[in-house]
Structures are given as C-alpha cells and as structure tokens.
C-alpha cells in the first residue's frame, strides 16, 4: 500500500488534465460555433 500512493496520484492528475483538457477544447468550439453561426440569436430568445 505504500508503494502505490505516487502512482495513483499521478494517474490520478493525468486524468484530471486529459478531463479539463477536453472541457477546455469542448469550450472553445462552442464559442467558435456561437461566434461563426447565427445561433446567438437562437440563444438570446
């Protein structure tokens, strides 16, 4: 058990940034597609 603690830690982190990048990539096609096509109008109704 204390042989693991840095390994799970660390694939925990790895795991968390691969999660946060994709939310962040996900954010930014959702902005780029609000910006580039007239669904802001749709949205501000």
Request: proline share 4%; charged share 5%.
């Amino acid at each position: 058990m204390m042989t693991k603690p840095f390994t799970n830690q660390g694939l925990a982190l790895a795991q968390f940034a691969l999660v946060m990048s994709l939310i962040a990539i996900l954010a930014v096609l959702m902005v780029r597609a609000m910006t580039t096509t007239p669904l802001t109008q749709w949205v501000a109704r």
